[in-house]
């Protein structure tokens, strides 16, 4: 993990920050006449401190993956995403993430601010924990296995062979956020489960970050569809 003992980093973070501006403000002190620097030694502290910013910002950030959705190709983020479905306690019911194809992915991109190298989501311990608790209520669905409810893209409804789960997701990629959408087959209609989820801590974690946790029934009988918006970091403010 990039922060393993996140109270021993912090305490060493700070101690390497705190050297290192005393350091920078002894050289700057105009009324020392003669200020001793290492500038070797600073250097060294200097490229540590810029370190421990960068392993805060991984540890509470994930890469969209811009290049390849420029490409044409699965984004960064998919990886995040097929790490939360692998993780979820499912207890024999089956999660599957729907077939993107490239143009799809070409659609997404083009979302994209095109000066923009690279954009970062929220992806910490807290959204991952919230996400579980979502996926995991695969556990109480209802009813036989579906099919992907966007086959239109990847196959016929008609065609017997094709995958079947219990839970199926889709990821959409604009501007401001990520879209994490959900389907699956219950009897409870998107209101009940508005309702009864509206003060969970893990509803709460979305919103406080500028994103949302959202229910809707489709045109098809009894499936409920779930929207998990998160906030691009550019937007934060925004949203």
Same mark, same amino acid.
Request: proline letters at 4%; one cysteine or more.
């Given at each position: 993990?990039?922060?393993?003992? %996140?109270?021993?980093?912090?305490?060493?973070?700070?101690?390497?920050?705190?050297?290192?501006?005393?350091?920078? +403000?002894?050289? !700057? +002190?105009?009324?020392?006449? *003669?200020?001793?620097?290492?500038?070797?030694? /600073?250097?060294?502290?200097?490229?540590?401190?810029?370190?421990?910013?960068? #392993?805060?910002? @991984?540890?509470?950030?994930?890469?969209?993956?811009?290049? =390849?959705? #420029?490409?044409?190709?699965?984004? !960064?983020?998919? /990886?995040?995403?097929?790490?939360?479905?692998?993780?979820? #306690?499912?207890?024999?019911?089956?999660?599957?993430?729907?077939? !993107? *194809?490239?143009? /799809?992915? =070409?659609?997404?991109?083009?979302? @994209?601010?095109?000066?923009?190298?690279?954009?970062?989501?929220?992806?910490?311990?807290?959204?991952?924990?919230?996400? /579980?608790?979502?996926?995991?209520?695969? =556990?109480?669905?209802?009813?036989?296995?579906? @099919?992907?409810?966007?086959? &239109?893209?990847?196959?016929?409804?008609?065609?017997?062979?094709?995958?079947?789960?219990?839970?199926?997701? #889709?990821?959409?990629? %604009?501007?401001?956020?990520?879209?994490?959408?959900?389907? +699956?087959? *219950?009897?409870? =209609?998107? &209101?009940?489960?508005?309702? &009864?989820?509206?003060?969970?801590?893990?509803?709460?974690?979305?919103?406080?970050?500028?994103?949302?946790?959202?229910?809707?029934?489709?045109?098809?009988?009894?499936?409920?569809? *779930?929207?998990?918006?998160?906030?691009?970091?550019?937007?934060?403010?925004?949203?």
């Amino acid at each position: 993990p990039l922060i393993s003992d %996140f109270k021993s980093f912090h305490a060493e973070a700070e101690d390497r920050l705190k050297r290192l501006s005393e350091s920078i +403000n002894s050289a !700057l +002190n105009k009324q020392n006449a *003669t200020p001793y620097v290492d500038l070797e030694a /600073d250097k060294i502290l200097a490229s540590e401190v810029l370190s421990d910013g960068h #392993r805060v910002a @991984l540890a509470v950030f994930t890469p969209l993956g811009v290049a =390849r959705l #420029r490409d044409e190709c699965c984004p !960064l983020i998919m /990886d995040e995403l097929q790490k939360a479905v692998k993780n979820a #306690r499912k207890e024999k019911k089956s999660i599957a993430i729907a077939d !993107l *194809t490239g143009f /799809d992915w =070409r659609l997404a991109a083009r979302q @994209l601010a095109p000066e923009k190298v690279e954009y970062y989501v929220i992806w910490d311990r807290l959204i991952c924990d919230a996400l /579980d608790r979502i996926l995991s209520n695969v =556990r109480h669905a209802t009813g036989e296995p579906i @099919l992907c409810p966007w086959s &239109e893209a990847v196959g016929a409804y008609g065609d017997q062979s094709a995958e079947k789960a219990h839970l199926w997701i #889709r990821l959409d990629i %604009f501007q401001k956020y990520v879209l994490i959408v959900l389907e +699956n087959h *219950t009897e409870m =209609r998107a &209101e009940t489960v508005t309702a &009864e989820t509206a003060s969970k801590p893990w509803i709460n974690t979305f919103k406080e970050i500028g994103g949302d946790v959202t229910y809707s029934n489709t045109d098809k009988v009894n499936i409920l569809r *779930t929207a998990i918006k998160i906030p691009n970091s550019l937007f934060l403010d925004e949203l």
